[in-house]
Every structure is written in structure tokens, then in C-alpha cells.
């Protein structure tokens, strides 16, 4: 009894436990002149003063059972507006411990942080009982079994801390989670989605590109990030930020321009597959545009100059210049490429007549 009375002395003594993911893009657990929304008694929304939403934490007092005993469980979690899991903390004084009673190590607090990171871990096709190796009939209750940590999760979990691990994660992925991603989704703005495009993080910035809509007041800040996206060398990136790009900006010629350039810039191909879907279906391309794969069509390859062609076709272009520019592809050392200025100036002809 003395011990542990002198080790719940000693972490009294100690800071306040909090651990954060990396590439919180400076996200901090508190900043000045925030403002809060709650729903319910614990999940907050925090905003700056001018009401830019930040992020979402929960405050859960809940317990984990194990070994017969249920343990009290107080922890903070954060996540951001888009529900990306950002870290927890603890009440001063209060610190996580595995089964023998030890208290997690700082090293065991960050693996832990970096396991509730990840999403996508089996833990949400596991039930309770299959975290030890016990008998099917043992359920999350004060006489759960204890035993040897199931070789399924043994590498996913804190070591000596398996049912820790598994509860923080079922409720970083739980209904707050859902509820978070639901709240964003309703209210976003030009503003929250710049928040999210911002981000350090892939997966959020996905988030955000996914979540793009055209009823959405696309402003020239937004138009930059989503243009710096689509140049990007992630090419998954790169292949989300061109499915996201919104139909009004199709009517903006400088940025079919941009478009135009950046397809001849990625090496991906399924990146180019899809901007040049995206030029297809605008309304016209512009004469820049029109001027500058003039151009560039003798460094273009095969493929490049065949989708070019197409959307000459698709876009009616077919000025005296153009068409001088296709004549002399008919010298091309490729033979595909030959055929296919053949057939361009031959539909050509057939029009003019």
C-alpha cells in the first residue's frame, strides 16, 4: 500500500502527460482567445476567436477490465476537424499502467500514440475476448480472464497492455469519431476546407479533396492549394486533387492552361488519364492553351499527342495554324503518330467540304 501511495505521490510531482502525433501542423493543445462548442457533456469544439474551427477533444472516464478488476480510465483525446486522431492527455496526476501495475513508459506512451495513429488495424473485427488467449464465453466485465496476448494483436498492441491499447482505440475510432467527420462534412466551408488542405498529413489532405463541392465559394487561396496539389510529386496526391477539381474551375482558362502544362509535367499515367478527362469535359480551351501545345507538340510523346488530337477534335480546333502545325507531324518517325495526323487532317477536310 506504501508504494503505491508513494508512486500516485510521485506522478502528482510529475507534468501532465500528453502525447501528440507528428505533422500536427502546429496544432496545439491550447492557444489564446479560443472559443468552445459543445455537444453534450464532453466533446468540445475549439475555434479561434474569429470562429476557424481547430479541433475536437473528449474528455472519457470510462474503465478497462481486465484481470478481475476494472480500472479507471481518464483521458483526453484530440482529433481534428476532418476526425484525424491528433494525440491525448491525461489530468495531472493521472498515467496509464499495463497489468502487473507498472506505469507506462515514456517509450510505451509514444508507441501507444503512434498504434491509435493508424486506422486501419484489425482491432475493429476483434471482439474483447479475443485479445488473450481465453475462452470465448469471457466478455468486457470485471471477471474477464487474463492470459497470454493473442498472437493476432501481439504486435499491435503496448506490450502487457493489450486491453489499454484496445479501448483507446475503439473510442479514437468510435461514435465521436463518425460524429466529427459528419459535423465537418455539413458545415464545410471555404475556410475549413483550406484547414484540412493544409495539413502536413496525407491522408487528411485526401480527406479534404474528397469532400471538395461544387456549391462550395472557391476562393483564389483555394485555387492555389489545389493547383500546388496537382503539380505535386505525390503522385497520389496528385491523381486525388485532379479528380477533385470543381466544375466551375473548367470555365477558367488560365487554369486549363496550368492544367494542360502540369499533364505534360507528370510522368504518372494515371494522373494524365484523368486531367485530360478534366479538359475533355470543359466547355472550351483557350487560345493560350491552344498556342502553347502548339508548341510543345514536338517534344510530346505518342500517347500525349494523341490525346492532344482528341481534344482538338472535341474542342473544334481546327484554325489554319493548328492545322499546319498537325500537316507537318505527317513526317514524324513514328508511325502511329503519322496516323494519326492523317486521320486529324483527313475528318478536317471533310468538314471543309
Not at 155 to 183: C, R
Not at 210 to 215: E, L
Not at 262 to 280: C, E, G, I, V, W
Request: hydrophobic letters at 35%.
Amino acid at each position: 500500500m506504501l508504494y503505491f501511495l508513494a508512486l500516485g505521490s510521485c506522478y502528482l510531482l510529475k507534468p501532465k502527460i500528453q502525447y501528440f502525433v507528428k505533422k500536427s501542423d502546429g496544432w496545439s493543445v491550447q492557444f489564446n482567445n479560443e472559443h468552445y462548442i459543445s455537444f453534450g457533456d464532453s466533446l468540445f469544439l475549439r475555434e479561434t476567436s474569429d470562429g476557424t474551427p481547430k479541433s475536437f477533444y473528449q474528455h472519457f472516464s470510462t474503465g478497462v477490465c481486465f484481470d478481475n478488476q476494472c480500472r479507471p480510465l481518464d483521458i483526453i483525446l484530440h482529433w481534428s476537424i476532418s476526425g484525424r486522431y491528433l494525440g491525448f492527455e491525461m489530468p495531472k496526476g493521472e498515467f496509464l499502467s499495463k497489468t502487473d501495475h507498472d506505469p507506462f513508459s515514456r517509450k510505451e506512451y509514444l508507441q501507444l500514440s503512434e498504434i491509435l495513429s493508424n486506422y486501419d488495424l484489425p482491432f475493429k473485427d476483434i471482439k474483447y475476448h479475443e485479445l488473450m488467449n481465453q475462452p470465448e464465453s469471457s466478455t468486457e466485465s470485471a471477471d474477464a480472464i487474463s492470459g497470454a496476448t493473442s498472437e493476432r494483436i501481439k504486435d499491435i498492441v503496448v506490450q502487457n497492455a493489450a486491453y489499454t491499447t484496445y479501448k483507446l482505440w475503439k473510442l479514437v475510432y468510435g461514435e465521436s469519431q463518425k460524429f466529427i467527420e459528419q459535423y465537418t462534412e455539413k458545415h464545410l466551408n471555404t475556410s475549413n476546407l483550406m484547414t484540412v488542405l493544409n495539413s502536413q498529413d496525407r491522408n487528411e489532405i485526401v480527406w479534404g479533396l474528397t469532400h471538395m463541392r461544387d456549391t462550395l465559394s472557391f476562393s483564389i487561396p483555394l485555387k492555389t492549394r489545389l493547383v500546388s496539389l496537382i503539380q505535386s510529386d505525390d503522385y497520389y496526391l496528385s491523381y486525388n486533387a485532379v479528380h477533385a477539381i470543381p466544375k466551375t474551375y473548367l470555365n477558367d482558362s488560365d487554369f486549363l492552361e496550368i492544367l494542360f502544362l502540369s499533364y505534360l509535367n507528370t510522368p504518372d499515367t494515371s494522373t494524365k488519364k484523368a486531367m485530360f478527362r478534366k479538359l475533355k469535359a470543359a466547355p472550351r480551351l483557350g487560345q493560350n492553351l491552344v498556342v502553347k501545345s502548339r508548341q510543345s507538340i514536338g517534344a510530346m510523346a505518342p500517347q500525349e499527342i494523341s490525346s492532344l488530337l482528341k481534344l482538338y477534335e472535341k474542342h473544334s480546333v481546327e484554325d489554319s495554324v493548328t492545322v499546319d502545325v498537325v500537316r507537318k507531324l505527317i513526317n514524324h518517325p513514328n508511325a502511329y503518330v503519322v496516323n494519326l495526323a492523317k486521320g486529324y487532317l483527313r475528318k478536317h477536310e471533310n468538314r471543309r467540304e
